[in-house]
């Protein structure tokens, strides 16, 4: 990669860490901005350093895809226009390559590439187990997006990947995924079970499991899951060596986790188990990223003060401003004015509770762990380019705590 | 159809989006059809003990136990709802028995599709079918998952083509696809993912799962500080001379406070209207002919029994008697 020039500033560390690192895994609860945070930090690495950026997205809301020009177009990464970002009002020193997570080719990809023969991969996908597990298969979906970066950064082709997660029920549950895709293709029962008869179910239906399974199930049912095992079975070695290096690829010095998180209740709580399983696990876990933070201004005590003040007496005040003003406020009656400013403050105290929820959890946060960026709740949705850079300078700016 | 026979049905799934509330949706809807009188079972299907948290209760098991008068919490586990089958069903003798099959159970029901979906299904159907209870609201699976679980009668149907399992669906899908019974309710926040995963759902429920959308419920909504005259008057406030003009009126605040509190609500106003947008997204996408139930946004601390009931509270106003 082009180094950054010697005009970048020094200040900004985390710009710097980005300029070292080749891949950043953005994780974190669901819907606290994941895919959010890492299309901006690709968008903004792409116009701060002479790099070629890749943002691998999982689920973009539709208006971003549109955006970064993703919506349907499967594995295949495509250029955002440098036009896009002109139109935006920035220039790029880099460029920005976008693409979106597709499930069911990435399994496909993965079975031709570790399939002994052309037949086997044929019966592998004409297996209907196959056809529904692509979607449903315990933690497939976490896997495969580890899988496809490790192939996306194997090719070389980038000098930074960003890639977004899966919305997990756990955010723990992707990291632990290439392991236990290992152990599920290498554990004791699958070879129990699959074992003694190569091919035939014979010796199998002596065992207690299949003579209650077959009762429930049926044979047909059962042949197909056994058939689906055995032929993974043929794929085992190549598979389990794959999801190794996947995992491996996470530890790396190359590599950095970007953790995502808001300020609420359970987020936070989830965000914060993360931080120390990374820890734990010796990932390097170099941003932190709080997110939809509320204004600081609710904890001025002058403001607070002043709704107060506003709820107390709105009457009042309604009319001692009106007589301040000689054309009046939008040609509103005392009593309007009065409702207007009580509805200020009620909403200035009640949106205040949350604001100070949030800086109690923020602190919290920060005390166990360095927080590098909080980024301001937004009056509207991020979908756009200009969005993103500014979500982008936020984060890598790093006004953290 | 309109949401006042909300309460009236068997079977109730509360799904939407991660975290948009569903837990304390149908942790509210099971309190207020108890205090109509209904004996309620609130099934939690994965099983993290947030629906007795909700109740501030100690977890519940498998076995369900009664909270509250006539309400009662149960989790989903679907090894011992395998057990209850088999020794319903196959009269398959000891536990004994069934413990290495339970093992090899988890195995392939990791692996192999629908085989978890139709035991919690199946379950929470048996307990309508012995009318244990007058409602089960079931504290569903996130929308991702939701159709999986509610298809899997249907799917197992085609990939089994023999076996206990194919016979014993026919009972379940009576019970699933009767909207008199059975129904869906999709929870979501006035955000722009839980409200897109809550249109895609509605339009897939029906097709692919054969039950029927039984409400919508937007939760966290911020109440609408402004009517439209009213507005003009906030924003003529921030005019500088206006927010001066209001700092003498009060007296002791410099004006920088006023504007930051003018700001606040301005902040408020806006994150309101998107919400609203992506509300409105809904209501002509699929509650046109659904009307949309409304949970204000809880400003004091959402969690626990308190917060149940307050949710609880007003889905009552909104869906009447
Ligand atoms: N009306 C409301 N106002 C404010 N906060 C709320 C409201 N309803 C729920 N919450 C809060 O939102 C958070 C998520 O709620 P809940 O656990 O019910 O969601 P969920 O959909 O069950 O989540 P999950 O997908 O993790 O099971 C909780 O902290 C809860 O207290
Ligand atoms: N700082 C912010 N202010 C306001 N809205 C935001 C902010 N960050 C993200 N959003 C919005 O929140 C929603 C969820 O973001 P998303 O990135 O899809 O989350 P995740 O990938 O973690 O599920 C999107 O609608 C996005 O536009
Ligand atoms: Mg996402
Ligand atoms: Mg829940």
């Known amino acids: 990669m082009t180094r950054r020039q010697a005009s970048s500033p ?199 499991f299949y003579q209650v399974a077959d009762r429930i199930l ?184 | 159809m309109t949401v006042s026979g909300l309460l009236d049905r068997r079977l109730l799934f509360v799904t939407g989006k991660g975290g948009v509330g569903k837990t304390t949706v149908a942790a509210a809807l099971g309190m207020l059809a108890a205090s109509r009188g209904r004996r309620v079972l609130v099934c939690e299907v994965e099983p993290k003990g947030d629906v007795a948290a ?22 989903m586990d679907t090894e011992a709802s395998l057990r209850e089958y088999l020794r319903l069903n196959l009269r398959v003798p000891t536990i004994g028995r069934i413990g290495p099959v339970a093992r090899a159970f988890d195995f392939v029901a990791n692996a192999a599709p629908g085989v978890r979906e139709i035991l919690t299904v199946g379950k929470l159907c048996y307990e309508v079918r012995e009318d244990h209870y007058d409602l089960v609201v079931v504290d569903a699976a996130a929308t991702g998952h939701i159709v999986g679980q509610l298809a899997a009668p249907v799917g197992i149907n085609e990939l089994v083509k023999v076996g206990a399992v194919r016979s014993q669906t026919r009972w379940m899908l009576e019970i699933l696809e009767d909207p008199r019974s059975t129904g869906v309710c999709i929870v979501t926040t006035p955000e722009e993912m839980p409200v897109n995963e809550a249109i895609d759902l509605a339009g897939r429920l029906e097709g692919e799962t054969g039950v029927h959308l039984a409400a919508l419920v937007a939760n966290r909504v911020m109440p609408e500080l402004f009517s439209r005259g009213e507005e003009e008057i906030f924003a003529a406030l921030a005019d500088v001379q206006a927010t001066a003009a209001l700092a003498s009126a009060v007296g002791g605040a410099p004006a920088s406070a006023f504007q930051e509190v003018l700001e606040a609500a301005a902040l408020a106003v806006r994150i309101r209207r998107t919400g609203a947008g992506h509300l409105e997204r809904l209501r002509v996408a699929v509650a046109a002919a659904q009307p949309l139930v409304y949970v204000p946004y809880l400003f004091a601390r959402a969690d626990g029994a308190r917060a149940v009931r307050q949710v609880a509270d007003s889905l009552g106003e909104e869906l009447g008697e």
């Not at chain 1, 927080?371 to 937004?378: E, F, M, N, R």
């Not at chain 2, 509250?68 to 149960?74: A, F, G, I, W």
């Open chain 1, 218 to 401: 049926g044979t047909q049912f059962l042949g197909d899951v056994a058939e689906f095992f055995l032929l993974f079975q043929s794929m085992y070695d190549g598979f389990v060596t794959r999801a190794r290096s996947v995992g491996a690829l996470l530890g790396e010095a190359r590599t950095t986790f970007m953790l995502v998180t808001t300020l609420e209740t359970v987020p936070s709580l989830e965000a914060t188990r993360f931080a120390a399983a990374l820890a734990e696990r010796q990932l390097h876990l170099g941003l932190l990223v709080v997110n939809k933070v509320l204004p600081a201004s609710f904890a001025d005590p002058a403001a607070v003060a002043v709704a107060e003040s506003l709820q107390g007496d709105p009457v009042g005040i309604a009319g001692a401003l009106l007589a301040a003003l000689p054309d009046g406020l939008a040609g509103a009656s005392r009593v309007q004015v009065a409702r207007v400013l009580e509805e200020v403050g009620r909403s200035f105290a009640s949106v205040g509770l949350v604001a100070s929820r949030q800086a109690e959890l923020l602190a919290e946060m920060s005390g166990a762990h360095e927080v590098t960026a909080t980024v301001p709740h937004l009056a509207a949705d991020v979908v756009d380019l200009r969005g993103l850079l500014e979500i982008g300078r936020h984060v890598l700016d790093g006004t953290g705590t």
């Open chain 1, 10 to 208: 020094l200040d900004r560390p985390l710009e710097r860490l980005l300029s070292s690192r080749e891949v950043v895994i953005a994780c974190g609860p669901g819907g606290v901005g994941k895919t959010t945070t890492a299309a901006a930090i690709a968008a903004t690495m792409s116009v701060r350093s002479a790099a070629k950026v890749l943002v691998l997205t999982v689920d973009p809301a539709r208006r971003l895809a549109d955006a970064l020009g993703v919506e349907g177009i499967g594995n295949t990464a495509t250029l955002v226009p440098a036009a896009a970002f002109a139109a935006a009002g920035v220039r790029q020193k880099g460029q920005l390559w976008a693409a979106m997570l597709d499930t069911k080719e990435s399994w496909d990809a993965l079975v031709r590439r570790h399939a002994p023969d052309a037949s086997t991969a044929a019966r592998i996908f004409a297996n209907p187990i196959y056809q529904n597990v692509t979607g449903r298969f315990a933690q497939s979906h976490e896997y495969i997006a580890m899988e496809r970066l490790y192939e996306i950064h194997a090719e070389g082709a980038y000098d930074l990947v960003v890639v977004d997660t899966p919305p997990t029920r756990d955010a723990l549950d992707f990291l632990d995924a290439p392991g236990r895709m290992a152990d599920f293709f290498g554990s004791g029962l699958l070879r129990w079970l699959v074992a003694p008869s190569r091919s035939r179910l014979v010796s199998l239906a002596s065992r207690p």
């Open chain 2, 54 to 75: 909700a109740y501030e209760c100690p977890p519940a098991g498998f076995v369900p136990r009664e909270v509250s008068p006539r309400l009662h919490v149960m989790e």
